[in-house]
């Protein structure tokens, strides 16, 4: 790629170009020639740069476009026929040469303009949504993340890892809702947890401060006439005890795979999700689990817990799979549990899909 977005270089390799220009010309008077009817079959070669125009570059249409004209000029005089039958052809096959080119032009400097609305998306996502695998002096991370809308590359799940001086952070969360308006409270509870993670000394604090985000963002939204979200959300601290901290806002709660087994973690009676917790009878609390070295942590959103076989319409058995992944090794966990659920459901995914694998680090 240059600057700009531009791409280097023809849509098609010159040996292709070339040979394309050639067998198809011969093929065309060839059977002009062999079929001698009296309609000729040689003017169709001025389809030629159209089809050029649509897989090659301008470059290129232009050279077709003039090889066609003298193509079919060669043709024609070959032939004979009157001159003003013969330039009349020649200038219709040059006009319509020309409008390939302008076409071609058009075709490319779309196809640059997306190219660049792609690239600025993709580096978008990389500053929202940090590419994985991620590793701490705590923790090393890896993991897939799938929006249900591509092309937006961002959903309404999220995911977080923030290092501070009480541990590592990781945050997996799921917003009700599509659209923009989803994500928008996705980024509202992102920033509060970046900021939050540095500076709570607790974790219930950290929560404290993203529940804070989405009701302000829930009070902007009614202002404008958009339903008000809830979000779900587990964060976790691990540091160096084996111990990890975790506070499950009505989200789906971790699994471990150790021991060449895979169960659910315990976390208790979650509480409510983001955005509520005005409502809740009791504040958020702090579960506490062992997370010994060797073991891996899976943490997922609804996208895959609640994915259906179209058939049978059962939920996808994820600590069914876990249990018979546990032998593995954990690193192609990720991939391995993306492509199961793909295969499961037959499909492309009808929900964002977010899921972390956590392993201690080495020392």
């Not at 989405?214 to 587990?234: I, S, W």
């Amino acid at each position: 790629m240059t600057d700009g977005g531009r791409r280097e270089g023809p849509y098609l390799s010159t040996p292709v170009f070339v040979a394309g220009l050639v067998v198809i010309t011969a093929v065309v008077v060839a059977l002009d020639t062999l079929t001698g009817t009296a309609v000729r079959l040689f003017p169709l070669l001025i389809f030629l740069p159209a089809i050029v125009a649509g897989l090659g570059s301008v470059r290129q249409t232009v050279v077709a476009s003039v090889w066609v004209v003298l193509a079919a000029g060669g043709i024609t005089t070959y032939l004979g026929g009157e001159l003003d039958d013969n330039l009349l052809a020649a200038g219709f096959t040059a006009v319509f040469g020309a409008l390939s080119v302008l076409g071609c032009a058009y075709r490319v400097r779309r196809e640059e303009e997306v190219h660049r609305l792609r690239s600025a998306a993709a580096a978008l996502q990389r500053l929202i949504v940090r590419p994985l695998p991620l590793r701490t002096a705590d923790v090393v991370i890896d993991g897939l993340y799938q929006p249900v809308e591509e092309d937006t590359l961002v959903g309404g799940d999220m995911y977080e890892v923030a290092v501070s001086r009480y541990g590592t952070r990781v945050l997996i969360a799921d917003v009700q809702g599509k659209g923009l308006p989803a994500i928008g409270t996705a980024l509202a509870v992102l920033g509060s947890f970046r900021e939050a993670a540095y500076r709570e000394e607790t974790l219930t604090g950290v929560v404290e401060a993203m529940e804070n985000a989405v009701v302000r963002q829930n009070t902007f939204a009614a202002t404008t006439g958009e339903p008000e979200r809830l979000v779900t959300a587990l964060v976790l601290d691990i540091g160096r005890r084996l111990e990890v901290e975790a506070v499950d806002c009505g989200h789906i709660a971790p699994y471990m795979i150790h021991g060449g087994d895979a169960c659910e973690v315990n976390l208790g009676e979650p509480s409510v999700p983001l955005g509520v917790a005005a409502l809740a009878p009791a504040p958020r609390r702090c579960a506490r689990f062992a997370f010994p070295p060797g073991a891996t942590l899976v943490l997922c959103t609804d996208g895959v817990t609640e994915a259906r076989d179209p058939h049978e319409g059962t939920f996808y058995p994820l600590e069914e799979r876990l249990r018979a992944w546990a032998p593995g090794p954990p690193e192609q966990l990720a991939q391995a549990l993306g492509e199961d659920l793909r295969a499961f459901t037959r499909a492309a995914p009808r929900d964002d899909i977010a899921i972390l694998t956590l392993r201690r680090a080495e020392s």
